[in-house]
């Protein structure tokens, strides 16, 4: 595999720190370029090894470049494309970490202009709940899912070279259509973390926060764990794809809606039914019965 001579990542959080540490790791990256808001976390960044230098600005990131990683909040999207669209070199190419697709692709369209072809979108289906270049790893996407969802303008070369790029990273890459990816993870991903985050700002908006907290125990952690997410890209997320997420959500209700008779009657058995099935479809899930 070729190394890439310079590669900028724009955005050295958790995931663009990561894709760093692990291209470096496998020999694919010469020399890193980051770019972000915070010069505090590009100093963290430069010290610990996971960039060689620091840009002023996206554009200046990719002058050059020959990969481009896009790892912001999907919000900034649109600013960031338009920034590096007129920079980009010929032979480069554009990968991205955001979590929904459709607005990402209408971001690059208006923003990359004749560089679309060299766009490849991507979704990397790993994290965690910690943020910044402080919780980046070299062995964050190892094994883990990264879905792309190509168009019909991306050049296959583009398609190639950044399957290359995931893949040294450790990943398992998919291929989705954007609407398909934008539904599936409006069920799996973006309403547990509205639901996480809901729970907790219930818990303590409530007179006796001190006390609930207080005796939460292994449960509430387990279940609310995500809910220590970067809140602003959890944000841009549930905006981003609002109208899938809303139609979960209002599933998830009518689930909710179900139990609530039950619970009501007393009804154990129907209980331990709905129960008893969501406890076997998780073992299935957490055996690997549901491999796409």
């Not at 724009?10 to 890193?32: C, M, N």
Request: hydrophobic fraction near 50%; charged fraction near 20%.
């Amino acid at each position: 595999m070729m190394p890439f001579e310079r590669v900028a990542v724009i955005g050295v959080g958790l995931i663009g720190g990561s894709f760093a540490l692990a291209l470096k790791a496998a020999g694919l990256a010469r020399r890193v370029v980051g770019a972000g808001r915070s010069q505090a976390n590009l100093d963290l960044a430069l010290e610990r090894g996971v960039i060689d230098a620091v840009a002023s600005s996206a554009a200046h990131a990719a002058q050059d470049a020959e990969l481009v990683l896009v790892a912001t909040p999907v919000a900034q999207y649109p600013q960031v494309f338009g920034a590096i669209g007129p920079v980009l070199g010929a032979q480069a190419v554009v990968t991205d970490a955001g979590s929904t697709k459709q607005d990402v692709i209408a971001a690059a369209r208006a923003g990359l202009g004749a560089r679309l072809a060299q766009f490849v979108p991507a979704h990397p289906v790993a994290g965690a709940e910690h943020s910044g270049a402080a919780a980046a790893t070299a062995d964050l996407f190892r094994g883990k899912r990264v879905v792309l969802t190509p168009q019909a303008e991306t050049s296959p070369q583009a398609l190639a070279r950044v399957e290359q790029a995931w893949q040294a990273c450790g990943a398992r890459l998919f291929r989705m259509a954007p609407e398909e990816h934008d539904a599936v993870f409006a069920a799996v991903s973006h309403l547990p973390h509205l639901l996480a985050y809901a729970l907790v700002h219930d818990i303590a908006e409530r007179g006796n926060a001190a006390q609930l907290f207080g005796y939460a125990a292994s449960g509430f952690r387990d279940f609310t764990r995500i809910a220590s997410s970067q809140p602003e890209m959890w944000r841009d997320i549930c905006v981003a794809n609002r109208q899938v997420l809303l139609a979960e959500l209002e599933r998830y209700g009518a689930q909710l809606a179900a139990l609530r008779p039950m619970i009501e009657r007393g009804d154990g058995a129907a209980l331990e039914r709905v129960f008893a099935a969501a406890r076997a479809a998780r073992e299935r899930w957490l055996k690997g019965d549901y491999e796409p």
